[in-house]
């Protein structure tokens, strides 16, 4: 057995939760230390020479796709460097010379390693050679490739029903894989394929599906840099997004305005240092927000329709200069029920749900109705709400209003997650694609794709949970851990008879498992892909549907390392026999054989080998963004009232909302420092206001559990708990927590989702403090348990 070509020992971390401290919190994001940050982290992890080597080539025309989020690359003359602090940082995990070897698994047992903290499991490095946990043992064992496709095709046969299994999706798998291993799925007769978008972006996409037709946004890189308004609404781009940064700064060179809509006051919002530019590095940055709208937890529905009121007001002093009458006329349905409804919202009521008092909220009205190009931008703060469809339906309504969709510098912008999270959609994981899709598929190649929808993620947990399911297989990913109540789901993943993870790294979904369990090692997004015909590229789709290409180049981890593709077609081989209508080898031998199925069956990419070919790649055609044309129900857009909502906090509780750290890619910990909030060597704190600490009897420092209290359907009370979390007095509004996510997830209850999306709510739990249980390992899994 070839080693790995990297270092074997284990990677020890330091981990002592009750050691971490807090300063003050940093106000400007990013700089020269952002810049020195990602490159000791990078020397590190990967050492100089693949620093280097990865670095030059990040998000260039020649080189790879950042694996760290879905902003969009400048077009034209990129930056040399078109990278930052947070994308280097996922480079260097992925690229990492650190290996996890079948000698790994024989020093680590399995009830070894479920012990062990997610960060340890993270930094170990990157996954060699495909393994096998067989029934009864207690080590992982390397298995052959070809025994490991067999494994799976005799436990898929062995089901009833092809809906006894779940293909679950993360965001980062390319385009091409994304496209075969959906048709990998239906050709095999389910449709269901969760992916993690049913925990992050759904709640757009249902929203503007309703709204504009279609679930994606609707603007260029372009128009956010010439838009005069920009909103950026539950949002941390300085975190999560460092590179949007820049194109607001770009924004307000131009003389935008940036409206930020946000509990806490996050770093990259009040003050942005591009380290790209001289003055960056030295100098004091740029003051981002002109506006810092803190609002309560879920407020923003209210807020967004008292906006509403006070423009419709403004245009009764003014008529014609604030309401787009013309556009509304030409391109809306719905617009009087809207008009009825907004009309009558009560003030008090927003000022009350938002936590932000008259002046301001006839500010941000007024800053509104002055703009001619809106941008309106948002994430996680939104979509993971139980009202989160009709708060995105609000904010669409007030473009609508203003006539800010379909003209440059305006319209809707949902920031997207995993950097291919979009482009997975369009190649249709999804567990109910539309028959137009269906039955090009079924055209293309012979196949009968079923037609009845699939399971959803939360679907999926609840199928596994109750024996419906019994075989997962997971491509890419952390289930076990970026769902919602973790207990649960580890449950219903044990109950699975087998599970299969196509991984880069370990993680927990690798030691919580089915009876049976493989892990079967990938390239990623940085690894050289060689097949029969050469040389491969892949593409990827970012968050303004813009396609292009990305060309890995690192050395891979290890000989037995596959492509995501590779994988596919060899299972699909397999599993459905050579028989099957399907060109698997010729896919598997060439991509461009890939490319001209995708070209032949998704809408939008005819011709798809040689538009993505060009040097920026090409933009998938949008409706409302290029024509004002909106393929809704009615044909039109429609502004979608819903009765208005909001997250009143319960006496003696907090609404809790579980966020990402600094130091962290979802469930992939970088580090235990959050230094843009102040926190450093833990990740088990909880931001309070400090009235609220005053008012529990609690001080900084206090260690508590977090309660929450979930109101299930049959009418009783469940209640989870998340053992020892440090209190620490921060900048939040009064009844509003923050702590981190996964750490969290286990309070999240699994019946607690958004209305029409299905996304769990983790923006918004109930909570209660209790004195910290007694002292225990705290690293331990067994912490997630009640
Ligand atoms: N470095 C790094 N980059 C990432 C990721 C990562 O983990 N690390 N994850 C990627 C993924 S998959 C995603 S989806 C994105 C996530 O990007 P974000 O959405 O920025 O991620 P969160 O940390 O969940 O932050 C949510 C933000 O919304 C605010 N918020 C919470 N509730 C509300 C609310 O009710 N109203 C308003 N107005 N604001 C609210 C929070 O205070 C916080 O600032 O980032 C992507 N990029
Ligand atoms: N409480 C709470 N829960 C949340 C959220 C929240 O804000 N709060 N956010 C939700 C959101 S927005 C999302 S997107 C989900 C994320 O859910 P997931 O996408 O399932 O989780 P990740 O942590 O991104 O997955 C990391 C793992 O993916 C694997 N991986 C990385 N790159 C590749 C690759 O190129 N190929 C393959 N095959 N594997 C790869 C590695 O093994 C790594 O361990 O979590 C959701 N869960
Ligand atoms: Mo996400």
Redesign the pocket.
């Known amino acids: 057995m070839r080693r790995g070509r990297g270092v074997t020992r284990d990677i020890e971390v330091d981990y002592d939760e009750h050691a971490t401290t807090v300063t003050g919190q940093e106000h400007e994001a990013a700089g020269v230390k952002a810049v020195m940050v990602s490159l000791q982290r990078s020397v590190k992890s990967m050492g100089p020479f693949r620093t280097a080597a990865s670095l030059v080539r990040l998000n260039q025309r020649k080189g790879f796709d950042c694996?760290g989020c879905a902003w969009p690359e400048e077009h034209g003359g990129r930056k040399f460097a078109e990278f930052c602090e947070n994308g280097a940082k996922a480079v260097a995990e992925?690229a990492t010379k650190r290996v996890v070897t079948p000698e790994f698994f024989e020093r680590h047992s399995i009830t070894d390693l479920e012990g062990r903290p997610e960060y340890w499991l993270?930094q170990q490095g990157r996954l060699t050679h495909p393994m096998v946990l067989r029934a009864g043992d207690d080590h992982y064992r390397p298995i052959d490739w070809a025994d490991a496709y067999r494994l799976i095709a005799d436990e898929l046969r062995a089901l009833d029903d092809p809906d006894g299994a779940v293909f679950y999706t993360?965001?980062?798998?390319s385009n091409e894989a994304a496209f075969l291993y959906q048709l990998l799925v239906r050709s095999f007769g389910t449709n269901n394929l969760p992916d993690?978008?049913n925990?992050?972006h759904e709640s757009s996409g249902a929203a503007l599906t309703e709204s504009i037709g279609i679930g994606k946004g609707s603007v260029t890189i372009a128009d956010v840099t010439e838009a005069d308004l920009i909103i950026v609404a539950g949002q941390n781009p300085g975190t999560n997004h460092p590179r949007m940064l820049s194109s607001l700064e770009k924004a307000k060179d131009n003389g935008a305005k940036i409206i930020a809509i946000n509990p806490l006051p996050e770093a990259g919002l009040i003050r942005f240092k591009d380290p790209q530019k001289v003055n960056g590095v030295v100098g004091h940055g740029v003051p981002i927000a002109d506006e810092f709208v803190q609002i309560r937890l879920g407020g923003d529905m209210a807020l967004f329709a008292g906006l509403g009121r006070l423009l419709l007001e403004a245009d009764d002093r003014a008529p014609g200069t604030v309401v787009d009458r013309e556009f509304i006329a030409d391109h809306c349905a719905n617009f009087d029920e809207y008009e009825r409804r907004t009309r009558a919202i009560d003030l008090d009521t927003v000022v009350e749900a938002t936590g932000i008092d008259r002046v301001q909220l006839e500010q941000v009205a007024r800053m509104l109705a002055d703009s001619e190009r809106t941008v309106a931008c948002w994430a996680?703060g939104l979509t993971?709400h139980k009202h989160a469809v009709a708060m995105i339906a609000e904010i669409s309504n007030l473009l609508l209003l203003r006539g800010m969709i379909g003209k440059p510098g305006a319209g809707l912008c949902p920031v997207r997650?995993?950097s291919n999270?979009q482009g997975d959609r369009t190649m249709g994981i999804w567990e109910k694609m539309p028959e137009t899709f269906l039955s090009a598929l079924d055209q293309r190649f012979g196949i009968t794709s079923p037609r009845e929808d699939g399971l959803d993620t939360v679907g999926s947990i609840r199928a596994m949970r109750d024996g419906r399911a019994k075989v997962f297989i997971a491509?890419?990913?952390?289930?076990a851990?970026?769902?919602?109540d973790t207990a649960v789901t580890e449950a219903a993943l044990r109950n699975c008879a087998l599970t299969v993870q196509?991984?880069?790294?370990?993680?927990r979904s690798h030691v919580v498992h089915g009876k049976t369990a493989l892990i079967l090692p990938?390239l990623?997004?940085t690894d050289r892909d060689v097949q029969a015909s050469g040389k491969q590229q892949v593409s990827v789709e970012d968050s303004m549907s813009m396609v292009h290409l990305s060309r890995g180049s690192l050395h891979p981890p290890g000989e037995e390392v596959r492509s995501?593709v590779a994988i596919v077609c060899q299972l699909a081989r397999e599993l459905l026999g050579p028989a099957h209508p399907v060109p698997w080898e010729t896919f598997n031998d060439d991509y461009d054989a890939i490319r001209d199925a995708i070209g032949a069956v998704v809408p939008g990419c005819a011709d798809y080998n040689a538009k993505v070919r060009a040097p920026d790649g090409f933009q998938l055609p949008h409706g409302p963004r290029d024509s004002r044309e909106f393929p809704t129900h009615t044909g039109k857009a429609n502004f979608a009232v819903y009765p208005l909502e909001w997250v009143p906090v319960p006496e003696g509780r907090l609404v809790l909302q579980?966020?990402?750290s600094h130091d962290q890619?979802?469930?992939?910990i970088y580090g235990l420092d959050d230094r843009y909030r102040g926190v450093r060597g833990g990740r088990r704190v909880v931001f309070v206001n400090p009235a609220d600490i005053a008012a529990f009897g609690l001080s900084e420092g206090s260690r508590v559990d977090l309660v929450s209290e979930f109101a299930d359907a049959d009418g009783g009370v469940s209640e989870r708990r998340a053992k020892d979390f440090m209190v620490v007095p921060y900048s939040t509004p009064v009844g509003n927590a923050a702590a981190y996510?996964?750490e969290?997830?286990s309070l999240?209850a699994l019946d607690n989702v958004a209305e029409k999306s299905n996304t769990?709510v983790?923006k918004a739990v109930v909570i209660r403090f209790e004195p910290a249980s007694a002292a225990e390992d705290l690293v331990s899994g067994s912490s997630w348990d009640a």
Do not use: D, I, W
Not at 170 to 173: D, F, L, M, V
């Open positions: 694996p992925e993270s993360s965001g980062r798998t993690c978008s925990m992050c996680m993971q997650g995993h999270v491509m890419g990913g952390n289930f851990l970026a769902t919602p196509v991984s880069t790294k370990l993680n990938s990623g997004r995501e579980t966020l990402r890619y979802n469930t992939t996510y996964p969290t997830n999240v769990p983790s």
